[in-house]
Each structure stands twice: as C-alpha cells, then as structure tokens.
C-alpha cells in the first residue's frame, strides 16, 4: 500500500492569512495531483505536478513537488473564504490507481 | 463539452436491497475508475475499467459487489445485498490515457448512497 499522509488534518485561519498544506509519502510517485472538493460534490483538479522540485502557481496558490517526488505543499497566501474545502493530493505511479492523501480540511473564516 | 456524470445523486436502500450507480465518463474518455469515500476521508481505490474490460479490481470488495463498463452506455458499479457499511459516496473518475501513463483523472460528482 502507498500511503500518503496530509498534514494537518483540519485547519481553520482567518481570511487574509497564508497557509501550507502538506502531502508526505515513502514511496516516488511519477505525478502528483492536488484537488479541492466542497461538501456534496466531487474533487475538481487543481494541478497536475510531474517533475521533481517543480513548483506551480495558480493565482494564490503555489504547489511544488518534492525533489526526490516523494512529497508536496500547497501554500496558500491571503487565503479567502471560497477557499474553503477538503484538499486532497493523489500519488500516480503509473500503475492502474491513484493513492488519495487522507486529505485537509481547511476552514476560511471571514 | 459534458464533464463525468453520474446518477442517481442520491440513492436511498434498504438492507438486502440492490444499489446500481451508473457513470457516463467525459467524452472521448475510455478509461474509468470508481471511488469510495467515507465523511471527512480521502477516496479509496475500488475497480479499474476500460470499454469491456476489468483491468484492475483489486480495491473492490470480494462479494457483493461488481462493476462493468459495456461498449455502449455507462459504467455501472453494482451492490447486492446492501448493508449499512456501505453507506458512503461512490466517485466515478474518468481520464482518456489510463494506466501505465501519467494521466489526470476527472471526477463526477457522486452517488449518495445511504442504507437504512
């Protein structure tokens, strides 16, 4: 099993503040994907990381990929109430699956 | 351009009845994935489809549950015999690469299912 860990399980800030989610594994991964689901829906894909040490930005969030693609962050800067939702990141390893972190549940207080 | 849709949204059963999920994945997508998802948790791997064909099951339950996805129409995920630990939203993904490639995966919104 490839498990992947997310940190911290729940986060609750105040609008305006910055924030780092984080996805841990002991196993490499060929990609890592990072979604957002809000409650009663489905995830929807935020990015797509493939390279070791790449780092992408999408307006105020920033993912980057481990060197060694082992793990990833998520930082958020002046995080807004639509921010909220549960982040989850998922492991390929080109195989027939994807391994779901266990997911963040962050909270935007106004 | 339609993206993975599923119904019924929600779907409601009494213990030892049958619960059929059906997926329509993004057009072009041949490859599906079903998911599922416990409140407050991440998704866990259930079965691995391409048009006709099982690829990979192996997160699947052995008894009462089957997936198929037939040449024509959706991929349906089936339970017989539910009982209420198999309550939780079931996630349909599809992606137009598949396994063995770096691929994305794009997912509907859920089905529901709630045993009473």
């Known amino acids: 099993t490839q498990l992947l860990e997310q940190s911290p399980q729940f986060l609750s800030i105040q609008e305006g503040e910055n924030l780092t989610v984080y996805c841990n594994s002991s196993?490499?991964?060929?990609?890592l994907q990072w979604y957002r689901q809000e409650p009663g829906e489905g995830p929807v894909l935020l990015v797509t990381v493939v390279t070791g040490g790449e780092v992408k930005k999408l307006k105020r969030l920033t993912f980057q990929f481990g060197d060694a693609r082992k793990d990833s962050s998520l930082h958020i800067t002046a995080a807004q109430p639509g921010d909220t939702g549960l982040y989850l990141c998922a492991g390929d390893n080109t195989g027939n699956q994807f391994y779901f972190g266990t997911g963040t549940s962050l909270t935007v207080i106004p | 351009n339609a993206g993975v849709m599923q119904n019924p949204r929600h779907l409601v059963r009494r213990r030892g009845q049958e619960a059929r999920l059906r997926c329509s994945p993004m057009k072009g997508h041949s490859h599906v994935y079903w998911y599922r998802q416990l409140p407050e948790e991440g998704l866990k791997f259930m079965v691995y489809?391409?048009?006709?064909?099982?690829?990979?099951e192996s997160g699947m339950p052995k008894e009462r549950f089957s997936a198929e996805f037939p040449k024509e129409g959706p991929s349906i995920l089936r339970i017989q015999q539910v009982v209420r630990g198999d309550s939780a939203a079931y996630f349909c993904?599809?992606?137009?690469?598949?396994?063995?490639?770096?691929?994305?995966?794009?997912f509907g919104p859920g089905t529901r299912l709630t045993v009473l």
């Open positions: 993904a599809s992606s137009p690469l598949g396994g063995g490639t770096t691929d994305t995966q794009y």
């Open positions: 196993s490499v991964f060929s990609s």
């Open positions: 489809l391409q048009k006709e064909n099982i690829i990979d």
